[in-house]
């Protein structure tokens, strides 16, 4: 049997081995994109221009660590149209991945989760979020992943909202359904900024890319398990 310090350095080294994993895959991603004639397209860099919400569906702004786990969980969430990767916290000039990546900006890697109210509601995505797609008890960091960038955060668009994650954040403190205090930052949205084209939907694409594999199917699986009314392939 290994002893402790065997283990805790075995957990260290994979952490980094996955962190420069995800590094990797990205940047791969990238120069794979630029090559003329490629089917993706040359990759579009954050244009800096705030996202606008839907005209008749409300949205949910959420952060929970890297956006490509917690995408790839609401894309299976019943009731929800869309979801886009992308930058919300800081400021329009610098929501760019390599400038969001230094920790520096006061962005959060975020999601923007479009829904239909008249079959999920704004409280059954904070369920998922809070119990399947990040832990709330992680303090800037998520997984591997290390920084201001991967805190966790709700970003509210509306009194309403902001009561609602409020009085949940609340339920499960008194719970105590997490052994750690959960940590969540509940904020008002200032602008949500779609990340580059190469990280959207970026789990449906890669679903054999080692980070995903090792971090975020087993997301998927456990909203299986927790959410089957919830769920949909």
Same mark, same amino acid.
């Given at each position: 049997?290994?002893?402790?310090?065997?283990?805790? !350095?075995?957990?260290? !080294?994979?952490?980094? #081995?996955?962190?420069?994993?995800?590094?990797?895959? $990205?940047?791969?991603?990238?120069?794979?994109?630029?090559?003329?004639?490629?089917?993706?397209?040359?990759?579009?860099?954050?244009? $800096?221009?705030?996202?606008?919400?839907?005209?008749?569906?409300?949205?949910?702004?959420? @952060?929970? $660590?890297?956006?490509?786990?917690? &995408?790839?969980?609401?894309?299976?969430? #019943?009731?929800?149209?869309?979801?886009?990767?992308?930058?919300?916290?800081? @400021?329009?000039?610098?929501?760019?991945?390599?400038?969001?990546?230094?920790?520096?900006?006061?962005?959060?890697?975020?999601?923007?989760?479009?829904?239909?109210?008249?079959?999920?509601?704004? *409280?059954?995505?904070? #369920?998922?979020?809070? *119990?399947? @797609?990040?832990?709330?008890? !992680?303090?800037?960091?998520?997984?591997? &992943?290390?920084?201001?960038?991967?805190?966790? @955060?709700?970003?509210?668009?509306?009194?309403?909202?902001?009561?609602?994650?409020?009085?949940?954040?609340?339920?499960?403190?008194?719970? #105590?359904?997490?052994?750690?205090?959960?940590?969540?930052?509940?904020?008002? *949205?200032? $602008?949500?900024?779609?990340?580059?084209?190469?990280?959207?939907?970026?789990?449906?694409?890669?679903?054999?890319?080692?980070?995903?594999?090792?971090?975020?199917?087993?997301?998927?699986? !456990?909203?299986?398990?927790?959410?089957?009314?919830?769920?949909?392939?």
């Amino acid at each position: 049997m290994l002893d402790i310090a065997q283990t805790q !350095e075995s957990a260290i !080294e994979q952490q980094c #081995k996955v962190s420069f994993v995800r590094l990797l895959a $990205g940047l791969l991603i990238v120069f794979a994109s630029m090559i003329p004639g490629n089917a993706n397209g040359q990759v579009q860099s954050s244009t $800096g221009a705030a996202v606008q919400p839907s005209a008749t569906e409300p949205i949910a702004v959420l @952060a929970g $660590g890297c956006f490509w786990g917690v &995408d790839g969980v609401f894309k299976h969430v #019943k009731g929800v149209t869309k979801v886009t990767s992308g930058y919300a916290g800081g @400021a329009a000039s610098t929501a760019q991945y390599e400038t969001v990546s230094s920790g520096t900006t006061g962005h959060a890697e975020s999601v923007e989760v479009v829904y239909d109210p008249s079959r999920i509601s704004y *409280l059954q995505i904070l #369920k998922v979020f809070f *119990l399947v @797609a990040h832990n709330p008890t !992680e303090l800037n960091r998520q997984g591997p &992943d290390e920084g201001t960038q991967y805190r966790s @955060a709700i970003f509210y668009t509306s009194d309403e909202q902001k009561r609602i994650a409020e009085t949940y954040i609340n339920q499960l403190t008194e719970s #105590k359904v997490f052994p750690k205090p959960i940590v969540t930052q509940v904020v008002s *949205l200032k $602008g949500f900024y779609a990340a580059e084209e190469y990280h959207q939907n970026f789990l449906e694409r890669n679903p054999d890319n080692p980070y995903i594999v090792y971090n975020d199917l087993p997301k998927i699986a !456990e909203l299986r398990t927790q959410f089957p009314a919830l769920y949909i392939q």
